[in-house]
T-cell receptor
Framework: DVKVTQSSRYLVKRTGEKVFLECVQD?????MFWYRQDPGLGLRLIYF???????EKGDIPEGYSVSREKKERFSLILESASTNQTSMYLC?????????????FGPGTRLTVL | QKEVEQNSGPLSVPEGAIASLNCTYS??????FFWYRQYSGKSPELIMF????GDKEDGRFTAQLNKASQYVSLLIRDSQPSDSATYLC?????????????FGQGTTLQVKP
């Protein structure tokens, strides 16, 4: 079974802190994604990566950065956390399989910024 | 116009009925379509994907794709209370090598005993 794990289930941080969210997948997938999910706004793509050290901006990259030094690990960084970044953060991965690219999701990290 | 649109609901059906969930998309070049189920507080999990016009059945679930009309639907037969969840429609546009999906906002389904 594909397993995508995220470093924390719940996280509370203070405004201005630098926050690291980590995601690890164990199925040798090339593609990895970071989303945030907010009520009424659905899943919004922050960043994605289709190869080691490669990254592309999604729909809402402002205030975030990412790092992918190893194939299995994709980190989301909030450089200076703000209250409007309080959200559920979901990581996903998928193989390169043409048009059948199912994304597998991690359990999510609920981040609260005070 | 949003790229992938779903009625947010809630859609309420009695137990045993057929639940019909709909999704429209704006890009005629879209090539693959996915239905995810998300229980409250949990992450999305894939139910079905479809890429050819017509119907695709898997147990109580049937996905229907009509590329000419740019809609995809999910039918759930013999709905159960355990089907109560939010259903997310996702679309893949070319190029497909990045695996990027565009998600709708989801439809909340309530199945009443």
């Amino acid at each position: 079974d594909v397993k995508v794990t995220q470093s924390s289930r719940y996280l509370v941080k203070r405004t201005g802190e630098k926050v690291f969210l980590e995601c690890v997948q164990d199925m040798d997938h090339e593609n990895m994604f970071w989303y945030r999910q907010d009520p009424g706004l659905g899943l919004r793509l922050i960043y994605f990566s289709y190869d080691v050290k490669m990254k592309e901006k999604g729909d809402i990259p402002e205030g975030y950065s990412v790092s992918r030094e190893k194939k299995e690990r994709f980190s989301l960084i909030l450089e200076s956390a703000s209250t409007n970044q309080t959200s559920m953060y979901l990581c996903a991965s998928s193989p390169i399989a043409g048009k059948y690219n199912e994304q597998f999701f991690g359990p999510g990290t609920r981040l609260t910024v005070l | 116009q949003k790229e992938v649109e779903q009625n947010s609901g809630p859609l309420s059906v009695p137990e045993g009925a057929i639940a019909s969930l709909n999704c429209t998309y704006s890009d005629r070049g879209s090539q693959s379509f996915f239905w995810y189920r998300q229980y409250s507080g949990k992450s999305p999990e894939l139910i079905m994907f479809i890429y050819s016009n017509g119907d695709k059945e898997d147990g109580r679930f049937t996905a229907q794709l009509n590329k000419a009309s740019q809609y995809v639907s999910l039918l759930i037969r013999d709905s159960q209370p355990s089907d109560s969840a939010t259903y997310l429609c996702a679309v893949m546009n070319p190029p497909s090598n990045t695996g990027k999906l565009i998600f709708g906002q989801g439809t909340t389904l309530q199945v009443k005993p």
